[in-house]
């Protein structure tokens, strides 16, 4: 029997990293297998998902007790033998169950890198972990044998440029159900008659309200385009620890009446149906997910240039620089929200994201190379 163990997982529902190792489960999973993942808070409906897996969910204590930790995860490992431990990471910071891998000799060791960037609220903490991030870096990589990231970007980030350049790196794109985000102008008609914008110019963001995907100056950039745009509306999709501070900064602009905070939602590919035009003016991201989902649904996005080039996968998404005026950024959105959606060309890379394709990409991991 083939055992695993995958870190690491918050609840199930907190963005693209817990969405990745759900659907890695459920692609690799195969009677006799045993896959068990790390968290920092076990979370009870989580629990109750995976136990269709047979999957154990195991709290271990946070960064701010490494020797803890490591001794946890070591623990664990030496108790359950597994073959294989599979950490997906945002930081290198992240040494310690990496290393309690290490030590107890786990054949295979794969370190996969889901991010680009520190996401800190504060400066001084952001000046703090930058400096932490470039001192483990050198060493986080020599915990692993394997390695793996959701962009080339997010390879740099993580590891050493000649561990990107190696035969042991790979990237694995972060995969999305192409048919269930397929153009579809009745849902579109639906979504907007509920949400009673109708006759609006929607713009629209999907994420965590956090540093990383800098909700202050999208809402400057919806503030210039409401100027050029009086019948635009905003639509923001998400929660989390800015979520106060922004709806604030609407308040104060005057836009109120203009602004729509969705929170979490179950039907974001139908939310992304009723916008004209998808904006992710991130601060950096490792491969945003929703910028593909955005893109399979035919919606023109404006992206800024901190995200990577390969996120890129229709003529319908553009790249503008964070140093841009808002007046820009809103020019540009008027620009791509006057596109067809319908005549939407794809690039031949667009197959990548596709979740079979990611299935066949995750057996063969796990496989060794392997099609299973």
């Excluded at 990237?171 to 914008?197: Q, T």
């Excluded at 820009?328 to 060309?345: N, Q, T």
Aim: proline content about 3%; some cysteine.
């Amino acid at each position: 029997m083939k055992k695993i163990l995958l870190g690491f997982i918050m609840d199930g529902r907190s963005g693209g990293l817990d969405t990745y190792l759900l659907h890695f489960i459920d692609a690799v999973w195969k009677e006799g297998m045993q896959i068990d993942l790390l968290t920092n808070e076990a979370d009870s409906e989580l629990k109750k998902h995976l136990s269709r897996y047979g999957s154990r969910l195991t709290e271990i204590a946070t960064l701010r007790h490494p020797l803890k930790q490591f001794l946890q995860v070591k623990q664990l490992i030496r108790k359950e033998k597994y073959d294989i431990v599979y950490l997906n990471v945002s930081t290198s910071m992240d040494m310690p169950a990496a290393f309690a891998a290490k030590s107890c000799q786990v054949p295979r060791r794969i370190l996969h890198s889901h991010s680009g960037g520190n996401d800190c609220e504060s400066s001084l903490k952001k000046i703090i972990f930058d400096i932490l991030q470039s001192v483990c870096r050198p060493v986080f990589y020599r915990a692993g044998n394997e390695f793996c990231a959701c962009s080339v970007k997010a390879g740099d980030w993580m590891f050493p440029r000649r561990i990107v350049q190696s035969e042991n790196f790979q990237v694995i794109y972060n995969a999305v159900d192409r048919e269930r985000f397929r153009f579809r102008p009745e849902i579109r008609s639906r979504m907007r008659k509920e949400l009673g914008i109708e006759e609006r110019f929607v713009a629209g963001h999907v994420g965590n309200f956090c540093y990383q995907k800098n909700h202050a100056y999208l809402i400057r950039i919806f503030k210039a385009l409401h100027e050029k745009r009086p019948d635009s509306i905003l639509l923001l999709v998400g929660q989390g620890i800015r979520f106060e501070d922004v709806k604030r900064q609407v308040e104060r602009e005057g836009l109120s009446d203009a602004v729509r905070f969705l929170g979490r939602r179950e039907d974001v590919d139908g939310v992304l149906q009723a916008m004209d035009v998808f904006l992710l003016p991130s601060h950096f991201e490792g491969l945003p997910t929703v910028g593909i989902e955005a893109q399979c649904t035919g919606l023109p996005c404006v992206i800024s240039d901190s995200v990577t080039e390969e996120t890129r996968i229709s003529d319908r998404c553009n790249f503008v620089p964070l140093k841009e005026s808002p007046e820009y950024w809103a020019d540009e959105v008027i620009r791509m929200g006057e596109l067809d959606r319908d005549s939407v060309v794809y690039s031949e890379n667009a197959v990548n994201y596709d979740l079979r394709e990611q299935k066949k990409s995750l057996n063969r991991l796990i496989s060794g190379g392997k099609d299973e």
